[in-house]
């Protein structure tokens, strides 16, 4: 289609345009009625609003469809449908019982990103593999607008650096699972001043992930768990089981503090009172994008409240177990503790403990 098309709601957004690099061409002729549903637009496929007939009107821009905008409607369950005034996009079928939609419920900036990813895939992906990974691209979405939103690392010890300062001449995406994997050839201004040769580095990309400790200051102790892991298997480690704390990943949409709360009765049955942050970090930023965000969470652990848990869909299978507080910071100086953030937790609260104790008695 090479004539003018009309776009209307979450695809008319200033920062879904400038995301799928269209530009508006003026105002078209309004629709007759009102948009409903379409709360994750451009976050989920197919979750448009939807045109109810009735009172009012609806604005719509007129745009020059581009080979970028059918891409990307052909992962999002997108079409051109004939209206008065000619065909309009950014609509789905009816949506019964749904409310009005308002750009104030709604996550433009993440739409517009997650858009920014789709149209990064490689062109010879199908759409449905796409649309496949989309819970996952939402989630590495999401995790660069943390990213470009977060404290500066290093503090003034580390001087700020320049978007020119990294010169990125190729980007390949050879794999993309659950997990992708690109490939940058890439220079980076040195310490002397000047830049490397070019190189080419390759990037395990997972996005963000939340991590928590529920503790019980009352009775001093804690909740860990334990579960399979593939990556000690796949290593050889005699031991793929692994006591851990609560985790994973932040799904699209949610803040950091939301997706612990929702791990923690996923992954051990556990409603969370405060949450005390921890050391916020890349654990292994060699190759790995992933940050993980740690907390301690106050929580209440009678002696039945460890059990098995995990959701069926996704093959978990999680136990719980009670620990006092001091036995775990034992087990960790004696290297009984492997994975990383469940050592790091234990030693911060052992710091951390009394300033806690004395916030919440002040709460």
């Not at 997108?78 to 008065?84: F, I, V």
């Not at 851990?244 to 992954?267: F, K, L, T």
């Not at 890349?282 to 994008?289: E, I, L, M, N, R």
């Amino acid at each position: 289609m090479t004539e003018p098309l009309r776009v209307v709601g979450p695809l008319a957004d200033p920062a879904m345009l400038s995301a799928l690099g269209l530009v508006s061409e003026g105002a078209g002729l309004p629709l007759d009625g009102m948009l409903v549903g379409g709360r994750r637009a451009g976050i989920e496929d197919r979750d448009w609003p939807a045109l109810r007939p009735g009172a009012g009107h609806i604005a719509t821009l007129q745009i020059m469809p581009s080979r970028a905008l059918w891409r990307y409607a052909e992962v999002m369950g997108l079409r051109a449908e004939d209206h008065p005034g000619g065909p309009v996009m950014g609509l789905q079928d009816e949506a019964c019982g749904q409310a009005a939609w308002s750009r104030a419920d709604w996550l433009p900036e993440l739409a517009a990103e997650i858009a920014r990813q789709v149209l990064a895939a490689p062109c010879d992906r199908s759409p449905e593999s796409v649309v496949a990974r989309l819970p996952m691209i939402g989630v590495w979405a999401d995790s660069r607008l943390r990213a470009a939103a977060g404290t500066r690392s290093g503090g003034h010890l580390v001087a700020a650096r320049a978007p020119g300062d990294v010169r990125r001449l190729e980007r390949r995406e050879p794999y993309a699972g659950f997990f992708a994997v690109e490939l940058w050839d890439l220079a980076h201004r040195t310490h002397e001043g000047g830049f490397t040769p070019v190189v080419t580095r390759e990037g395990f990309v997972m996005g963000d992930a939340v991590v928590v400790l529920p503790w019980d200051p009352a009775r001093d102790r804690l909740l860990v768990i334990e579960q399979f892991r593939f990556a000690p298997a796949l290593r050889h480690d005699p031991q793929p089981w692994l006591l851990e704390p609560i985790a994973g990943r932040v799904d699209a949409g949610e803040s950091v503090q939301q997706a612990a709360r929702r791990e923690a009765m996923e992954e051990a049955g556990l409603r969370l009172g405060r949450l005390f942050p921890a050391v916020h970090h890349y654990p292994s930023p060699g190759a790995v994008t992933e940050f993980l965000y740690l907390y301690v969470g106050i929580a209440d652990l009678p002696d039945d409240s460890a059990g098995v848990h995990g959701l069926d869909g996704e093959t978990e299978d999680i136990r719980g177990h009670l620990i006092d507080r001091a036995d775990l910071a034992r087990m960790v100086h004696d290297g009984q503790v492997t994975n990383g953030p469940l050592a790091m937790l234990s030693l911060w609260l052992d710091r951390k403990k009394d300033d806690l104790l004395a916030e919440l008695a002040g709460s």
